[in-house]
């Protein structure tokens, strides 16, 4: 802790150094404003942890499922363990070897549960606490485990080989019993081949002394225990997936690799009584039907009309809890991946039904009104193919939390939909953007796979206002999507479209026209009224292919024509697509911004930034990246191209032209080679081919694109910036701003990265705060865009809106990431936003909502700074006062790598700023004087999904995509971990066992009853002896009486590491005791010893002795 102290008070005169150095060329007035931000977070506000992991297992391999405690184990490929209670109670746990579970057996309603891994070890676990954790493990080493079996109520564990034999566990010692079963004394005697592992084991169900073995060979033996001998062996020439028994005892099902099942009498081993293949072809000539897929598991199930039950590829397990003829399963329970019957709709997030999650974004404290809201309309979604039964798995209790702020989570997926859960407990609301686009109905009409992997709709980055409830969806395809929420139904009869021309400057041949006259763009049919109206409409089509095939002004995708149909949610506003140019297919979009307070959105990619106004449905300024470094003239509110004269597009694209074929129209903006990469450090070098490598199963334009952070939006893809341009590309990870680099360099590298909506002080001589637009690009500049807008409501429609480029604001080290601007006490300053009102509702209502912008902009006096301007970068984070635009603190978040996720948060009543760095720090800076409170080393990347999802939430919260299927919470917040142990649900809860059925009087009479074994005296030692010591290793786990002492927490633990203390300390004293009572009967003794000798000698002279 002292050590710690040290290294805080050294980053602490490190950062005082460094900003006052950076404040020296301050105005007189900055240092005494500064001074007035008092700090309150420290160093102890702060530790890391993890909290819950959420969604379905990635890469199953196993699975349990406990009938009377109603908790479902899964197992993966990976050494997880998933534990799943009812909605909001799940668990995670994680086997220190990693290697795969191949099977998980409950001890039904005792709150144990026993895995079998790939690398021949089985462990028990203890799930009665809260984090369960593993009592004792067995390791096997000269034999491999192929299966498991737990009779119901027995403590003796069946573990069938890779060798064909059968050894017996004590699962309460975990010691392996003498009692053997050898492959050699199973099958005949004249069998010259080995049988093969063992793929079953189980007991009859009527009889607990015979013991049913599959072998894969396809023999299968009714070994009896008590004899030691084997019953019967029946034969078939197939191999073996899975055995069943019927309930009464008397027949076994078996399902084979050819697609068959076999059922036999288990008096009759000659042959089966019934052979049917229910996949494969009947012939009609009455010939053995045609081999199909095998038929992995199987059940003998039948209801009061008789019938067997038996389906292909039926994923689960029925756990028998009854010693008599009727077992205690529920066939409503069975957890079943099959299209042809009704399933269960899972109350958990991200279903496997779902397609891969390509970005999330997480929303902690988020307005109290919009969970009901979206509930409301997510309610009403239809959702077919579901059983009307309860959820089946209902076990465990939810923790007594202190959390009360609603939480959500949204995320886009690879094939174009878009999710909005609650955090812990359901999906509120799913959204299609595919919908508003036409769809491909032939193979000629697909998109390339060289273009997309996948899905050309799918959702690469978004912005998402809670407070307005504004959604913002970017795709791949270079188009964006913005949705207004509504409660009401509504038929939109045209899309409304518009299509914008976004190039670089020095890729022209050409040059603009001496007039410098811009050709306005053609609004959409359905769009209102604009002062582009006036101008006269160029006659020129939308879509232009030259004679060479080179196309002009298309889009990648063709808006739907048809009218749309929209139920209450999110409906569809305006739709922006990105066209063709010159033959070269539109860049992808890197950066989302939404301004609901200003109607406009922003976007940018590696040719420039262009803002639309979604409320006139027009395009009012379309800047090139160069364009910005220079202060220029306030362009009126009109579409404006840094190149020559463009030709309109003409709303939708032409649907009748043949030669706007999917591939090309669809081509891949950074499709093609990529030139060698000038950064300096080749491990950097080595993280980008391998990023790209692994990001290609979601689209090579993102693997490809890997540039610039999307810090407004969910999907921070492109953290890493390989900015592209139409005459190469280039690795931007060393942005060194040294003077040998030219303007044309730098416009050929750099791209947008960031956007943030402020009202702040575009120049140093303003004393009014006016609305501005912060613009970071992956060169690390930060640039200020003055927006003229005039007031609100309809004045707005009919004024013009002028922009002004403010020029560079200040220079970091590294592509920007994030921007956020505090006031001067250090609050945050959050983009100005209207409240959420209905835009299909009436004028009256939408009045009473409506706000347009704040009445009162803040000042600043003459001579002082009234806010601070938050920016961070790969590299750096600065604060710059404003408006005298001075640097007051600096901080070098990393030297060696490189930061993916950065955010400004809230949290302890302060603000802070959260970084995730690629080397696998975590850390959190103080604002504004960028003091180091946290950084711990948490998780080396990787994997690219974890690059693309991880974010940061207020109140010490964040999460990422620890894989494909599961989301991974994180805590921060030294307050949140402390009371973690109380938030934890339970899993395991006191639960009596039900009773076996009674059975009919003539069935017990005639039928006989089930019998009974005393395992103890079979398997015990005292009957089978010890097993051989080198055949497995016994490891106490960190679980196990010796280690629950020291990791017991809270006010149990406390209890029982006081009563352990006691107890030593009784024991010692006792000790003590013991030994001063024999030191006193040793004195005693001594004593009497001396008497009887002083007696003895007391009257004699000294001549007589």
């Not at 050494?79 to 998980?104: D, K, M, N, P, T």
């Not at 078939?236 to 009464?248: G, L, M, N, P, R």
């Not at 802070?912 to 003091?931: D, E, Q, V």
Request: net charge neutral.
């Amino acid at each position: 802790m002292k050590k710690f102290n040290i290294r805080k008070v050294l980053d602490g005169l490190t950062a005082a150094s460094s900003s006052s150095s950076s404040s020296a060329t301050a105005q007189p007035g900055t240092p005494r404003e500064n001074d007035v931000v008092q700090e309150t977070l420290q160093s102890e506000h702060f530790q890391l942890c993890k909290t819950v992991r959420h969604g379905f297992p990635y890469q199953p391999s196993s699975m349990a499922f406990d009938p009377v405690q109603k908790i479902l184990a899964v197992g993966t490929q990976t050494g997880a363990l998933r534990l799943f209670g009812r909605a909001g109670v799940e668990c995670y746990c994680q086997h220190e070897s990693g290697a795969a579970v191949i099977q998980l057996q409950f001890l039904i309603n005792e709150g144990a549960l026993v895995s079998a891994l790939a690398d021949d070890s089985i462990h028990l676990w203890n799930l009665r606490q809260k984090i369960p954790a593993i009592l004792h493990s067995l390791k096997f080493n000269r034999e491999r485990i192929t299966y498991c079996h737990l009779p119901f109520q027995s403590k003796w564990l069946y573990i069938g080989s890779e060798r064909g034999n059968i050894h017996i566990v004590n699962v309460e010692s975990f010691t392996l019993s003498g009692y053997v079963i050898m492959w050699n004394k199973a099958i005949e005697l004249s069998t010259k081949t080995h049988p093969g592992p063992v793929v079953h084991i189980s007991d009859n169900p009527m009889d607990e002394g015979k013991l049913l073995i599959g072998f894969e060979c396809g023999v299968v033996v009714l070994w009896d225990l008590k004899s030691k001998k084997a019953d019967y062996r029946y034969n078939y020439d197939e191999a073996i997936h899975s055995v069943a028994w019927h309930h009464e005892g008397k027949q076994f099902v078996c399902s084979h690799s050819d697609g068959t099942l076999t059922t036999w009498n288990i008096r009759a081993p000659a042959k089966p009584a019934q052979i049917i293949t229910p996949h494969g072809k009947q012939p009609k000539d009455g010939k053995k039907p045609e081999p199909c897929k095998p038929i992995l598991k199987v059940e003998y199930k039948t209801t009061r009309k008789k019938y067997v039950f038996k389906v292909k590829f039926l994923y689960y397990d029925t756990v028998r809890l009854r010693k008599s003829e009727r077992d205690y399963f529920h066939t409503s329970t069975v957890l079943v991946y099959c299209d042809r019957y009704p399933i269960f709709e899972s109350p958990y997030p991200l279903s496997i039904h779902e397609s891969p999650v390509t970005c999330c974004e997480y929303f902690a404290d988020c307005p109290s009104e919009l969970i009901p809201a979206l509930y409301s309309v997510g309610s009403r979604q239809k959702r077919q193919g579901y059983s009307k039964k309860e959820w089946p798995i209902s076990g465990g209790n939810w923790g007594q939390g202190t959390q009360t702020y609603p939480e959500i989570i949204v995320t886009g997926s690879l094939y174009s939909s878009l999710s909005v859960f609650k955090v812990m407990l359901q999906v509120l609301y799913k959204l299609k953007t595919a919908k508003v686009f036409e769809r491909a109905r032939g193979k000629e009409e697909k998109p390339s796979t060289d273009i997309v992997d996948e899905d050309p709709f799918a959702i690469q980055t978004l912005f998402w206002c809670p407070e307005s409830r504004m959604l913002c969806v970017a795709g791949v395809s270079a188009h964006v999507i913005i949705y207004r929420f509504s409660k009401q139904e509504v038929t939109t009869e045209v899309v409304q479209l518009l299509e914008v021309r976004m190039q670089c400057e020095f890729s022209e041949v050409d040059s603009p026209d001496p007039g410098g006259e811009q050709t306005p763009t053609l609004p959409t049919p359905a769009a209102p009224s604009s002062p582009q109206e006036a101008e006269p409409p160029n006659q020129l089509t939308a879509g232009v292919n030259s004679s060479e095939g080179a196309r002009d002004n298309i889009p990648c995708l063709q808006v739907r024509s048809s009218p749309l149909k929209q139920s209450p949610g999110y409906q569809v506003e305006l739709v922006v697509q990105l066209v063709w140019v010159s033959g070269e297919p539109p860049q992808q979009i890197t950066s989302l911004a939404v301004n609901s307070s200003f109607g406009l959105v922003v976007f940018g990619n590696s040719n420039g930034l262009a803002v639309v106004d979604y409320v006139q449905k027009t395009l009012l300024l379309n800047l090139g990246t160069s364009e910005l470094y220079s202060p220029s003239d306030p362009c009126q509110r009109q579409p404006r191209s840094p190149r020559k004269p463009r030709q309109p597009s003409g709303g939708f694209c032409d649907s009748n032209d043949g030669s706007n074929n999917s591939e090309d129209r669809c081509k891949s903006p950074t499709s093609g080679s990529t030139s060698p990469c000038n950064s300096d450090d080749e491990r950097k070098q080595n993280f980008i081919e391998k990023v790209k490598l692994k990001s290609r199963r979601f689209s090579k334009t993102v693997a490809n694109d890997f540039g610039t952070v999307s810090f407004t939006c969910i999907l921070p893809s492109l953290t890493v910036s390989l900015s592209m341009n139409d005459n190469g590309k280039d690795n931007a990870f060393t942005r060194s701003r040294s003077s040998s680099v030219t303007s044309i360099d730098r416009e050929s590298r750099e791209a947008i990265s960031s956007f943030y909506f402020c009202e702040s002080f575009p120049r140093k001589s303003d004393s009014l705060a006016s609305p501005c637009l912060l613009v970071g690009t992956t060169q690390g500049s930060v640039m200020m865009v003055a927006l003229g807008l005039q007031p609100g409501g309809d004045q707005k429609l009919q004024q013009p809106l002028s922009f002004a480029s403010c020029g560079t604001l200040v220079q970091l080290k590294g592509g920007i990431l994030t921007m956020a601007l505090l006031d001067a006490a250090g609050t945050l300053l959050p983009p100005s936003c209207e409240a959420w009102y209905d835009p299909n509702a009436s004028d009256e209502e939408k009045e009473k909502v409506r706000r347009r912008r704040p009445a009162t902009p803040p000042s600043s006096q003459e001579g002082q700074d009234s806010q601070f301007a938050v920016l961070c970068s790969e590299k750096q984070a600065k604060v710059v006062a404003m408006p005298s635009q001075t640097s007051i603190y600096k901080h070098n978040i990393t030297e060696t790598s490189f930061v993916l996720r950065v955010d400004v948060v809230q949290m302890a009543g302060a603000y802070c700023i959260a970084c995730f760095c690629a080397n696998g720090h975590i850390m959190t800076l103080s604002l504004p004087s960028l003091r180091p409170l946290l950084d711990i080393n948490y998780l080396p990347l990787t994997d690219m999904r974890i690059a693309r999802t991880f974010c940061f939430s207020n109140l010490g919260q964040a999460l990422y995509l620890t894989s494909p299927t599961e989301i991974q919470r994180i805590t921060y917040s030294q307050e949140t971990c402390d009371n973690l142990q109380e938030m934890l649900s339970e899993l395991f809860t006191p639960v009596e066992t039900p009773e076996a059925p009674n059975r009919g009087f003539f069935k017990g009479l005639f039928g006989g009853g089930a019998q009974s074994l005393d395992r103890e005296d079979l398997f015990g030692e005292t009957a089978a002896g010890k097993a051989s010591r080198s055949l497995a290793q016994h490891i106490p786990g960190p679980g196990s009486m010796e280690g629950m002492k020291g990791a017991a927490s809270g006010v149990v633990g406390d209890l029982a590491r006081a009563r352990v203390a006691l107890d030593e300390r009784g024991q010692k004293l006792g000790e003590l005791e013991e030994r001063t009572a024999a030191m006193m009967a040793s004195a005693e003794s001594f004593s009497k010893h001396a008497h009887d000798m002083m007696v003895k000698y007391k009257d004699k002279k000294w001549y007589q002795l």
